[in-house]
């Protein structure tokens, strides 16, 4: 069946433009998680959505960030006054059931944006 | 954001040997752990994952060690092959899903 989809795939910008991401996630998982990968180095947590319950959004690095996940699917990374830091490949995942343990989270193939 | 940001650690097999990837994970609450493959342009594959009352857990040609008396993950991969390159992550759940990942490790298989 379909997996994760992300898009665009690639997104250059200039500094100070704002952005969306959007995110797909395996219809019928309830989890969605946003993540975000610098060049050559591990994943960093940003943000996630677990059915109609607050997102936890402890992972946003500034209020610049924000996310939303609309009728329990898709979700749109926002990030307002891009910066160059924000260069990165921004990850999603979803997940069946509870987000928490021994759920195993499926990853797209991330949006690979580029800030100028 | 939590994340280890490091310079990834390499290691390079020739084909046919075992593989062992190390990663020391943070919290010693964590009951979840998952070891991920990213190849490049890709995004985390899961690979094989271990909950915290267990010390071994085995798959196809993988096995993961959990020592939580040093905090230490292990993947094992046996005869390693070519497509076996790429990036290894690991990863502990925190809670409520937020996983936590290592730096990685970029494993390069010779032929």
């Known amino acids: 069946g379909a997996g994760v989809s992300q898009s665009p795939s690639n997104k250059v910008t200039e500094k100070g433009k704002d952005v969306e991401l959007r995110c797909d996630p395996i219809?019928?998982?309830?989890?969605l998680y946003w993540y975000r990968q610098s060049l050559g180095q591990g994943l960093e947590f940003l943000i996630y959505f677990q059915g109609n319950s607050a997102p936890d959004k402890s992972g946003l690095p500034s209020d610049r960030f924000s996310a939303e996940r609309t009728g329990g699917s898709v979700s749109t990374l926002t990030i307002q006054r891009t910066q160059q830091e924000d260069s990165a490949v921004y990850l999603c995942a979803s997940s069946v059931g509870l987000a928490g343990r021994y759920n195993e989270q499926f990853f797209g193939p991330g949006t690979r944006l580029t800030v100028l | 954001g939590e994340s280890v940001g490091l310079h990834l650690p390499t290691l390079s097999v020739q084909e046919g040997d075992n593989s062992i990837i190390n990663c020391a994970y943070s919290n010693s609450a964590s009951d979840y752990f998952i070891w991920y493959k990213q190849e490049s342009g890709k995004g985390p594959q899961f690979i094989i994952d271990?909950?915290?009352?267990?010390d071994k857990r085995q798959g196809q040609r993988v096995t993961v060690l959990l020592n939580k008396t040093v905090k230490h993950l292990s993947l094992q991969i046996a005869a390693t092959q070519p497509g076996d390159s790429a990036v290894y992550f690991c990863?502990?759940?925190?809670?409520?899903?937020?996983?936590?990942f290592g730096q990685g490790t970029e494993l390069s298989v010779k032929p």
């Open positions: 271990i909950r915290s009352n267990m």
């Open positions: 990863a502990e759940n925190i809670r409520g899903g937020k996983l936590i």
């Open positions: 219809s019928g998982h309830t989890a």
